[in-house]
């Protein structure tokens, strides 16, 4: 049971990249799935989560209207699109997973049991 997080690399400031969250092991059915970052020198900040039970998601207000959260048909992946980066939005980025038996999605680390590892976002000019 593994999450493999990718997709990340340099963009320069107003451009976009798409991150991904794979599934090894179990399909992403049945659980909500959350993006973090961490920034060098700061502590893990919640981006974003999603809900499987209801497609619902829910964004902290320093990406609000700018970073999407999707995932594919096969419910296996889970996207952060990100979108009018600022240099602000560099760090690197986590995705973790937690099985629910009902919708909503928690912005608490603590929360989530299955982790990928991060993929490092550089905005830069």
């Known amino acids: 049971v593994q999450l493999q997080a990718s997709g990340g690399g340099t963009v320069q400031p107003g451009g976009s990249l798409r991150l991904s969250c794979a599934a090894s092991?179990?399909?992403?059915?049945?659980?909500?799935v959350g993006w973090f970052r961490q920034a060098p020198g700061k502590d893990r900040e919640w981006v974003g989560c999603f809900s499987s039970w209801d497609g619902s998601t829910f964004y902290d207000d320093s990406v609000k209207g700018r970073f999407t959260i999707t995932r594919d048909d096969r419910k296996i992946t889970v996207y952060l699109h990100m979108g009018s980066v600022k240099p602000e939005d560099t760090a690197v980025y986590y995705c973790a997973a937690v099985f629910k038996s009902d919708e909503g999605c928690s912005p608490s680390s603590h929360e989530y049991h299955n982790w990928g590892q991060g993929t490092q976002v550089t905005v830069s000019s």
């Open positions: 092991g179990f399909s992403l059915d049945y659980h909500a």
